[in-house]
Nanobody
Framework: QEQFVESGGGLVQPGGSLRLSCAAS????????MGWYRQSPGKERELVAS????????KYADSVKGRFTISRENAKKMLYLQMTSLEAEDTGVYYC????????WGQGTQVTVSS
């Protein structure tokens, strides 16, 4: 089957850290740019971080730049998102998927930043 399974979310306090993982059961993973998307309460799903294939160049939304780090392990078909200095505004459901020609969305993983 072709799908993404996200994990690692949870409840953290402001300023805390969390690492999300995405298991990509897709045949062309290493040939595709990957991204982490976030759907926050009252907002549409947005791309917050992406990573290319060759040399793994990365891009980040302004809201997370300097705090989040995206990485991938092509041999394991895994995508990661290391989140630090978390803020309440980071609360939402996080999904992984291709940057283009996206597949059906998985269940995502909930991240809640609250005191």
């Amino acid at each position: 089957q072709e799908q993404f399974v996200e994990s690692g979310g949870g409840l953290v306090q402001p300023g805390g850290s969390l690492r999300l993982s995405c298991a990509a059961s897709v045949s062309i993973f290493r040939h595709k740019a990957m991204g982490w998307y976030r759907q926050s309460p009252g907002k549409e799903r947005e791309l917050v971080a992406s990573i290319s294939t060759f040399e793994s160049s990365t891009k980040y939304a302004d809201s997370v730049k300097g705090r989040f780090t995206i990485s991938r392990e092509n041999a394991k078909k895994m995508l990661y998102l290391q989140m630090t200095s978390l803020e309440a505004e980071d609360t939402g459901v996080y999904y992984c998927n291709f940057v283009s020609n996206i597949l059906p969305w998985g269940q995502g993983t909930q991240v809640t930043v609250s005191s």
